[in-house]
């Protein structure tokens, strides 16, 4: 009898272990890379490759060490699924140009997300002060550090520091860029009410290619490697990690930006992410956006907006992860 109750007993413990680190898992793998900017929003873009300031102050800021203007940005980014409306997620950026090859800022970003469902709720957004400069006519470089924090079901993580460098290559019309990035990791002491879960976020390293057609038109093409199998979760001492397929690694996306910010812009992009939780499908974006000046006429030039919207999953069902995002953003260069 004693025998059938400790066999019951670790049945049922089994039963427990198992339910929770599944919905653990399906909590820890289900996020996806966020657009900081409603810029790179409407370009589907990770900013790698994008040479306007509206997109490089939150992606590739080696692109910056051209800009002579000093420049204040803001913008706010949600999303809406099922029918329900996500937390507004805020992003702010400064840059000062030191001279014509150097210049040095701080950006508050959201780097990865997850709002839908809301019960796995996910945010991890970095604090950067960074440093961008330019080598030669050709080569530009950047490094950006600063504290990251998480957020979760039962509040926000501890501290820890999120490191990226980046790279710019531009001759005549052609330009490549490179970001690596180390989120770092994170603690929390009262995930779900009691428990104490330790997760470190996966590298990123992401490549763009990029080409001016003409004055007003602009094409740019990325490609993203997120090492997943580099990402950890530890739940109250205990280590645990998942195994991803490596279809589940890389995203893409191609975007374009038709017009000139001075006056008028049209931004479109399509993109292809991934989110490794348990159905391992990947999901089809397709954004457009505008940009431009804001009444340049009547308060003067260096006042700039942009405004997007992004369908993630393209004919996919909402209850399936299908979710529409919508940014928008403001941005002031002065000297």
Known sequence: MIFKRKWYFLVFALF???SFFGSLSAQVSGYESAYPSAYLLGLSSSGVVTKNAMGSMYGNTAFLSNQTKHIVDGGVNGSYANPKVSPLYLSGALYYSYSDSLG???RGKP????SFPADERFSNYAFQGFVSWKWNEYLSFALHLGPGVSGRMGGYSSYSWNVSASTAFQYGNFRLGVILESPGSYRFDKYLGSEKLKERLPERLLV????KITESVDLQIEGHRTFFERSQISVNGGENSFAYPVRTMYAGNIGLAIG???SFQFLTGLGREFRADSTLRGFYTASLGIAGS???SEIGEGYLYSVSLQRS???VPEREGAET???AQIQIQFQ
């Open 111 to 114: 780097v990865f997300l997850r």
């Open 104 to 106: 040095f800022g701080f």
């Open 16 to 18: 427990l272990s198992t």
């Open 294 to 296: 804001i009444f340049p």
């Open 260 to 262: 000139k910010i001075e």
């Open 325 to 327: 995002r919508f940014a």
């Open 208 to 211: 763009g290619l990029g080409y």
């Open 313 to 315: 999953g393209l004919s």
